[in-house]
């Protein structure tokens, strides 16, 4: 059974940085994985993936240059590293993981994501 969980959200100043975290179950890491987020009275938006196979990256434009997202398989742990954060990221933080496995894609829609963890709450003051 897949099982996701995110820490790490908080508050911080504008400018700051943020860790996220999500544990993920074993038979997680063969699935592309992806965090999203969605801020209050907003559709839930994509942020960025990384694929299960090959390891490639798709970021959101407004996460790109900002943020990074990478994956530790022996620690079971997907991380969203993010920098230079602005009052509009704030939001709940999303991890994801695909019904498929071994794919070289990094999906960006959120369609093509099965499992969700329960969010962490990111908020950004100015």
């Known amino acids: 059974q897949v099982q996701l969980a995110e820490s790490g959200g908080g508050l911080v100043q504008a400018g700051g940085s943020l860790r996220l975290s999500c544990a993920v179950s074993r038979d997680t890491f063969s699935r592309t994985m992806g965090w999203f987020r969605q801020a209050p009275g907003k559709e839930r938006e994509f942020v960025a993936a990384?694929?299960?196979?090959?390891?490639?990256?798709s970021y959101a434009d407004t996460a790109r240059g900002r943020f990074t997202i990478s994956r530790d398989n022996a620690k079971s742990t997907l991380s969203l590293q993010m920098n230079s954060l602005k009052p509009e990221d704030t939001a709940v933080y999303y991890c994801a993981a695909t019904l498929a496995e071994n794919s070289w894609n990094a999906y960006v829609d959120q369609k093509d994501y099965r499992y969700w963890g329960q969010g962490t709450q990111v908020t950004v003051s100015s």
């Open positions: 990384i694929s299960g196979r090959g390891g490639r990256l």
